[in-house]
């Protein structure tokens, strides 16, 4: 089955940085768009980035153009969320998600960011 596991979350100062990772098994990765995205417990989930099949095109909300970077490794079925200059409003609950090319979406636990000093 499709399972997404992420993992790199913690408690970083301001100005910090994180890298996030999601693996990925049970199925083809490298045909799954893959993205990030962030909840605040109240509000809805919301997109971070995005990165296609093969990691040519990527995209990022507004929030966190220039601070993040999302990429993956399709020969080891791994999806990054580099995390630099962070503040306290990129505290968030963050997950993974898998889009297959009939459109299902999967979803991670989740792993949790706190940016506080």
């Known amino acids: 089955q499709v399972r997404l596991v992420e993992s790199g979350g913690g408690l970083v100062q301001p100005g910090g940085s994180l890298r996030l990772s999601c693996v990925a098994s049970?199925?083809?990765?490298?045909?799954?768009?893959m993205s990030w995205h962030r909840q605040v417990p109240g509000k809805e989930r919301d997109v971070v980035a995005s990165?296609?099949?093969?990691?040519?095109?990527?995209t990022y909300a507004k929030p966190v153009e220039g601070r993040f970077t999302i990429s993956r490794d399709n020969a080891r079925n791994m999806v990054y969320l580099q995390m630099n200059n962070l503040s306290p409003e990129d505290t968030a609950i963050y997950y993974c998600?898998?889009?297959?090319?009939?459109?299902?979406?999967?979803w991670g636990q989740g792993t949790q960011v706190t940016v506080s000093s």
């Open positions: 990165i296609s099949i093969l990691g040519g095109t990527t």
């Open positions: 998600k898998a889009i297959s090319p009939e459109n299902s979406a999967y």
């Open positions: 049970g199925f083809s990765f490298s045909t799954y768009i």
